[in-house]
C-alpha cells in the first residue's frame, strides 16, 4: 500500500448501492469500511455496539476520536459511509483534511427514492438470497420526492463547492459504475492500495431489478409529479454577485432602546436613523456605529430583547438613489473613478463634470436606463468594476448579513410608518414617534418625474433575483 490517504469518507445517501460498494471496498486486501459510523441513530451497522472498541457514547463525545482510531487501528486502510443527515461535525474534519481520500457515490433520484419507498413497504433493505426477496411498488408522492431531491442536490453542491474551496478533487462513482470491476480497480489505485479485484462480489443483490415504471403503483401520479421538475435548473436565476460578509460596521443602534437597524445601502437610511433618534430624543449623531463582531455581540447581551430590522426599498427607487447620490455627483461621497470608467470605457452619456443646468430630463432619463444596463452586467460579472453595496441586489445583501445574524424583521419603505411604531413596542419601547417619511430633496429629478417603462424594464432587467425573491411589482 502507498502513502496516499490516512483513511477515506465514502459520501452516499440511502439506496444509493452504498452497501454494495462497501462489500467491494471490503473484499480490496488492505482495506476497511466500517459502515455508517457516524449515523446518529447507531454507530457502523444497527447490531453493532461500538467499532475498535468506541462506543456510541465516546462517539458523540468525540467524533475525532472515532476518526483517530479508524485511522490507527483499523486492518489497512480504514473509512466509513457518511449520509447527508449523519453527525454534520465530521463534514469539517473530513474536508478540512488533504489526508482524507472522498469517494462520492450518486444514484438518479427518482430511481432512489423509489427503491427507498418499496424498502419501506417491504421492510428489507438489502437482499442476499433471492428466495427471500419480498414484492412491493412504491407510491409516488410528488411533494415529498421534490424536498427528497432538493436535499440531496444541495448537499452535493456544498460537497462540491467545498472540494473547490479546499483544492480537492474526489473520485465519484454512479450507481451503473459498481457493476464495473475496473472502475472498482481504479478505485483502489485511487486509494493508493496495491489490491485489485478479479470480480466483484455477489454476496448482494439487486433487490428491484424491473423497469421504473413496474416499481410504482400510481405511475401517472409520477408522470405529473416529474412534469413539476425544473430538471435542468432552467428557471434559475444565475448569481454572480461576490459574498462580503455581514458589514458590521454599517450597523446602527438607537441610543438607549433595545434596537439595531441593519441598513442596505441606497435605502431609506436616513428617514430611519431620525426616526431611531426621535425614538430616544436625541440628535442623529448621538445614535451608536461602528461595531465590530464583538461589540455587536456585547451590544445583544446588554440589550435583552433587542430587536433588529433591515429595510428594502422598490429596486427602481434604490438604483436612482445610487445614480444620482455616487454617480452622476461629484460631491464628497460619490464614487468620481468609477464615474469616469464609466463615462471613458462604459460610454455612459454623462457629462466629464457634475451636471448643470442644461441637464434635462431626456438626458437623465438616457444616462439612468443606461446605468441600469451597466448594473445588470455588473452585477452579472461581465466587468471589472467592483459591485458595490450601493447597488448589489438586496438579496444578496440579507444574505450577507445572515453570515453574523439576520435581522429579526424586514420591512418595506412603504410599510414604515405602520411598522416601525409596531416593532418600538415588541421590543419594550413604551411610545414611538412616527417616522418623518419626508424623502430627501432630489440632487436632479425626481424619480416621478423621470420614471417610464424603459427604466422599469432596465432595472427588472439588472434585479430579477430581487423582483421573484420579494415580489416587487412596477414602481409608481
Known amino acids: 500500500m502507498t502513502d496516499a ?27 476497511t469500511c466500517h459502515g455508517e459510523a457516524f449515523n446518529p441513530h447507531f454507530i457502523g451497522f444497527p447490531n453493532k455496539d461500538e467499532i475498535l472498541g468506541i462506543t456510541r457514547e465516546m462517539r458523540e463525545d468525540s467524533p475525532e476520536k472515532l476518526i483517530e482510531t479508524i485511522k490507527q487501528f483499523s486492518d489497512g486502510l480504514g473509512g466509513f459511509r457518511y449520509f447527508h443527515d449523519h453527525d454534520p461535525r465530521v463534514i469539517d474534519i473530513a474536508l478540512n483534511d488533504l489526508r482524507c481520500a472522498k469517494i462520492i457515490l450518486t444514484r438518479n433520484p427518482l430511481e432512489s427514492y423509489v427503491s427507498w419507498k418499496i424498502a419501506q413497504e417491504t421492510g428489507q433493505w438489502k437482499l442476499t438470497n433471492v428466495k427471500r426477496r419480498r414484492d412491493a411498488k412504491a407510491t409516488f408522492n410528488a411533494a415529498e420526492f421534490e424536498m427528497h431531491v432538493e436535499e440531496l442536490q444541495a448537499f452535493q453542491v456544498a460537497l462540491l463547492n467545498r472540494l473547490q474551496a479546499e483544492g480537492q478533487t474526489a473520485f465519484y462513482i454512479a450507481y451503473e459504475d459498481l457493476q464495473s470491476v475496473e472502475v472498482m480497480n481504479g478505485l483502489a489505485r485511487y486509494l493508493g492500495v496495491d489490491a485489485r479485484l478479479d470480480s466483484l462480489d455477489d454476496s448482494l ?46 450597523y446602527i443602534a438607537a441610543a438607549h432602546s433595545p434596537l439595531l437597524y441593519m441598513p442596505i445601502r441606497s435605502g431609506p437610511e436616513a428617514q430611519v436613523q431620525g426616526w431611531l433618534a426621535a425614538l430616544d430624543g436625541v440628535a442623529p449623531d448621538a445614535l451608536l456605529s461602528g461595531f465590530n463582531q464583538k461589540t455587536l455581540r456585547q451590544w445583544k447581551r446588554d440589550h435583552v430583547g433587542h430587536r433588529t430590522f433591515t429595510v428594502l426599498r422598490h429596486p427602481v427607487a434604490r438604483l436612482h438613489e445610487a445614480f444620482c447620490s455616487k454617480i452622476l455627483t461629484t460631491n464628497e461621497g460619490s464614487f468620481t473613478k468609477i464615474r469616469n470608467t464609466l463615462r471613458r470605457f462604459h460610454k455612459l452619456p454623462i457629462p466629464g463634470q457634475e ?62 410608518q405602520d411598522m416601525l411604531p409596531s416593532l418600538a413596542i415588541s421590543a419594550g419601547v413604551k411610545t414611538s414617534p412616527l417616522p418623518d417619511l419626508t424623502p430627501s430633496a432630489p440632487l436632479f429629478f425626481d424619480l416621478a418625474d423621470i420614471y417610464n417603462a424603459d427604466i422599469e424594464n432596465a432595472v427588472q432587467e439588472a434585479y430579477q433575483r430581487d423582483y421573484l425573491m420579494f415580489g416587487f411589482s412596477s414602481w409608481s
Open 355 to 416: 451636471p448643470n443646468d442644461n441637464w434635462d430630463l431626456s438626458a437623465h432619463q438616457e444616462a439612468f436606463i443606461a446605468f441600469a444596463q451597466f448594473v445588470k452586467m455588473n452585477l452579472s460579472g461581465q466587468t471589472s468594476i467592483r459591485v458595490d453595496a450601493h447597488w448589489c441586489s438586496q438579496t444578496q445583501a440579507i444574505a450577507n448579513m445572515g453570515e453574523f445574524a439576520l435581522p429579526d424583521m424586514v420591512l418595506r419603505e412603504d410599510q414604515m
Open 205 to 250: 443483490k439487486p433487490q428491484n431489478p424491473v423497469a421504473l415504471e413496474e416499481k410504482v403503483a400510481n405511475a401517472d401520479d409520477l408522470e405529473r409529479g416529474l412534469s413539476r421538475l425544473d430538471r435542468f435548473n432552467l428557471a434559475r436565476t444565475p448569481n454572480f454577485e461576490p459574498r462580503r460578509g455581514p458589514v458590521v460596521p454599517s
Open 5 to 31: 490517504f490516512d483513511y477515506f469518507i465514502v459520501f452516499a445517501e440511502m439506496r444509493t448501492g452504498s452497501n454494495f460498494l462497501e462489500a467491494n471496498l471490503n473484499a480490496l486486501d488492505g482495506v
